[in-house]
């Protein structure tokens, strides 16, 4: 913006219509790309320090996502992921003694928890942004609670069936490799119905 | 959430907007649970315990029965 003094030999010299200058070249600005992009960029930057910044108000309800439903979308993602690795170095890569599966699977449960922790902070920065609020993990009350139990309860039954499931194939003779993965792809159900359920009892109700 | 959700009627929303257009998150502060939670109760998706329900009362200062009207059988 044009707010210093004219330069030297640019523009009418006296003091009088130094004043109507400036103002000419005020009205005369014209934002040009750059501008647009430093205002985009302060904007971004500066977000969670101006509250009068129009705020995830405007949109509607339905597209505003709490941190807890983030979370759990982050852990369903990150949990299908995971399977899918797994999968794929079964297929790609497989291994046939009960050490390097189990060592394999621990990798597998590793590799979930950095993803989760990578995709969450990620997943948090780009939400608050689009939402145009800080994205922030309120204190639970009693209806976060209440999901809470119920999706641990839905998550349970399926692990309790799975782990039945896994009993009773090895009690068919199957061998330990496939009780390994069977038993990998029930906490993988597991971990996927919590969050699943989660997002429905928040979202549906 | 839950099977008996739909038999709980509330008339949240009008109680706020006779508050001087009370806005969601200024209620869930004074009840003290979340504005989501609020959000679901107005539009009848969650009941609330009765804890709740005498806060909710208590912030309009009316009778619990002014905010909630059951209507099963």
């Known amino acids: 913006m044009a707010t210093t003094s004219a330069p030297q030999g640019v523009g009418p010299t006296e003091p009088g219509l130094q004043v109507n200058w400036h103002l000419t070249l005020v009205e005369s600005y014209k934002p040009d790309a750059v501008s647009y992009f430093c205002d985009f960029v302060y904007k971004k930057v500066d977000i969670w320090q101006r509250p009068p910044y ?10 505003v996502m709490t941190y807890k439903e983030l979370n759990a979308a982050v852990m369903i993602a990150t949990g299908m992921a995971t399977a899918a690795w797994v999968l794929w170095q079964g297929r790609t890569n497989p ?23 990578v995709v969450m902070i990620v997943a948090t920065i780009v939400v608050s942004i689009v939402q145009r609020e800080e994205l922030k993990d309120e204190r639970a009350d009693e209806r976060d609670r209440a999901i809470a139990d119920k999706s641990m309860r839905n998550a349970y039954f399926a692990v309790s069936v799975g782990g039945l499931t896994v009993i009773i194939m090895l009690a068919a003779g199957f061998g330990p490799i496939a009780a390994a993965y069977s038993l990998f792809s029930v906490l993988v ?15 549906i109700g | 959430m839950g099977k008996g959700q739909a038999q709980i009627d509330n008339t949240i929303r009008a109680l ?18 979340t504005r989501q939670t609020i959000v679901a109760m107005e539009q ?4 609330p ?14 009778p619990l029965e002014e905010v909630f009207q059951y209507r099963g059988e």
């Open chain 2, 16 to 33: 706020r907007f006779n508050a001087g257009e009370m806005t969601q998150a200024e209620l869930a502060d004074k009840v003290g649970v």
């Open chain 1, 95 to 117: 291994v046939t003694d009960l050490e390097s599966v189990a060592w394999r699977l621990l990798y597998a449960v590793g590799f979930n928890i950095i993803i989760n922790i």
């Open chain 2, 49 to 62: 315990s009765l804890e709740v329900a005498f806060r909710v009362a208590r912030v309009f200062g009316v």
């Open chain 2, 44 to 47: 009848g998706r969650y009941s």
């Open chain 1, 189 to 203: 159900v597991g971990g996927l119905i919590d969050p699943i359920s989660r997002l429905v009892y928040y979202r």
């Open chain 1, 54 to 63: 129009p705020s995830s108000r405007g949109l509607k309800e339905g597209m």
